[in-house]
């Protein structure tokens, strides 16, 4: 699995030239599934995401967390995060995981967050989605298998 978790002012999805989704303040985060992800990897991902001390506290340091300033979360998928770029000229996403266990995975993250979270939006899997944020910082960590190896 892999995120891309962006602090946001704002962030919004548009879908055909229609507004699909919005968010005030908070953190956008772009979902990669890979082949091998679960649940169980779905499950330390979003509890980490939700626990990352990112936004400022009253003295200007990145102490406090989603839940702490009230802040609202947008999950979008996105496989190109699993791009293998490494021969040629033309990525390869053998990595991302299957479609259907994909999607299933991203939806599974998103009903888990909203027991969380009181304001969650997502994009549509597999849409054609056009995504604006307005990047407060900016703040953009990525998230990736590395976060869990263990030592």
């Known amino acids: 699995m892999k995120f891309v978790v962006q602090r946001v ?4 999805v548009t879908i055909d030239g229609k507004l699909y989704s919005s968010i005030g303040q908070g953190l956008l ?14 499950d330390r991902y979003l509890n980490k995401l939700l626990h990352l001390r990112i936004f ?6 990145t102490n406090l967390s989603l839940e ?4 609202q979360l947008m999950l979008v998928s996105q496989f190109t995060l699993y791009a ?13 995981g299957d479609p259907q ?3 299933e995975l991203y939806l599974y993250l998103a009903q888990e967050a909203k027991k969380r979270v009181p304001v969650v939006k997502t994009g549509v899997f597999g849409a ?7 990047n407060d910082g900016p703040f953009t960590i990525l998230m990736d298998e ?6």
Do not use: H, W
């Open 9 to 12: 002012n704002s962030a919004s």
């Open 29 to 42: 985060v772009l979902v990669g599934v890979g082949a091998s992800d679960t649940r169980e990897i779905a």
């Open 56 to 61: 400022a506290d009253e003295n200007g340091k």
């Open 68 to 71: 702490d300033v009230g802040g």
């Open 84 to 96: 293998n770029c490494r021969k040629g000229n033309r990525p390869s996403f053998i990595e991302a």
């Open 101 to 103: 266990k994909a999607e």
């Open 128 to 134: 054609d989605m056009k995504v604006n944020l307005e």
């Open 146 to 151: 590395r976060l869990f190896e263990d030592k």
